[in-house]
């Protein structure tokens, strides 16, 4: 079975970036076959240089929203205008390596009982050099798909793993499932995934297929620095879970949360310890020192579950992980 693939691609003021990720876009081995960019009411010169490719690739739409809508609403009111099986929603500032629309519809092909693909991805910095391997959950150690009862034994071992940059969707189901939610803002995409891999299972390769631009900017940035937002999206986070009866594991909605928290401690824990290394050296040395510290007691106190996924995901070399680029 042929299916066919539409690509979203939001922006908003990524006017330096938009070349980078479009190029990324269009130099894919396995074309899409239509892409659908929505500018959400820039400032900067995003339009003009979006409005360079339109000319060149007849394949590519431009939306432009008179105001801003954010990204949920985006994605909500667009998965209903195309017609495509599967959808992919861009971010304007990341990187796609060639492979990742290839790997990704294969897979969906064959195994079309799955609500979605997904990835690893690396790092890349504000200068467009990838710096590494984001440590993140890896449920299979070579591509397969996962029915929902094995989803649900990795969800409770190591955690969520499907990151956004490098899933593809299955688009009847997400529309189905809710969409993204505008009241979940930055983890919507992360709770209705969980949807997906617990009724229909997933398909996953631990390949890296892109690169993610890590910006102290943007919705998630804030939520994670800010611990009373932290808390109060997972709370929300773990409502929503709650909501869908016992399609989660029990006990999950808690150990998800508690995740959340973790991950939002040690993000200041990190920005600390930056901070301290503008000081000087001894200061940045007691900063080490206290994050690896506060570090261990944060695993302890609320992760005890995942220690052991934990250290086996920093020690393993995942040199697997690497896709050619």
């Given amino acids: 079975m042929t299916l066919k693939l539409s690509v979203i691609m939001g922006n908003y003021n990524k006017a330096p970036y938009i070349p980078l990720m479009l ?5 894919q081995i396995r074309p899409a076959d239509e892409i659908i960019i929505i500018d959400d009411a820039s400032t900067d010169d995003s339009v003009e240089v979006i409005s360079e490719y339109l000319t060149r690739h007849p394949n590519i739409r431009l939306i432009r929203n008179a105001e801003n809508q954010g990204p949920n609403r985006n994605v909500s009111r667009l998965i209903r205008m195309v017609e495509s099986d599967i959808v992919f929603f861009a971010s304007s500032d990341d990187l796609l390596y060639p492979g990742l629309f290839e790997c990704g519809m294969a897979m969906l092909e064959a195994h079309p009982e799955a609500g979605l693909f997904s990835a690893r991805c690396d790092f890349m910095d504000i200068d467009d050099r990838v710096i590494g391997l984001m440590p993140s959950p890896m449920p299979l150690g ?5 029915p929902p009862h094995r989803c649900a034994e990795a969800l409770m071992r190591d955690g969520e793993w499907a990151i956004g940059l490098v899933t593809l969707w299955n688009r009847r189901r997400l529309i189905e499932e809710g969409g993204f939610r505008t009241d979940l803002g930055s983890i919507a995409d992360g709770v209705v995934s969980h949807k997906l891999l617990l009724k229909y299972g ?11 631009r890590r910006s102290e900017s943007g919705a998630a940035w804030d939520n994670s620095i800010n611990l009373d937002a932290a808390r109060s999206i997972s709370d929300t986070g773990k409502r929503a879970m709650l909501e869908a009866g016992d399609l989660f594991p029990p006990g ?8 959340y928290m973790f991950g939002a401690k040690r993000l200041r824990l990190s920005e600390r310890r930056k901070s301290a290394a503008r000081r000087g050296l001894l200061p940045h040395l007691a900063a080490r ?8 007691w944060l695993l302890l106190t609320l992760r005890p579950q995942d220690v052991v996924p934990i250290i086996a995901r920093r020690l393993h070399p995942a040199n697997f992980g690497k896709a050619a680029r």
Avoid at 202 to 212: D, G, M, N, V
């Fill in 289 to 296: 020192v206290h994050e690896a510290a506060m570090t261990l």
């Fill in 252 to 259: 999950y909605p808690e150990r998800w949360r508690r995740r």
């Fill in 23 to 27: 190029d990324s876009v269009l130099n």
């Fill in 142 to 146: 070579e591509p397969g798909y996962l």
């Fill in 202 to 212: 997933a398909c996953f390769s631990p390949q890296a297929l892109a690169a993610w």
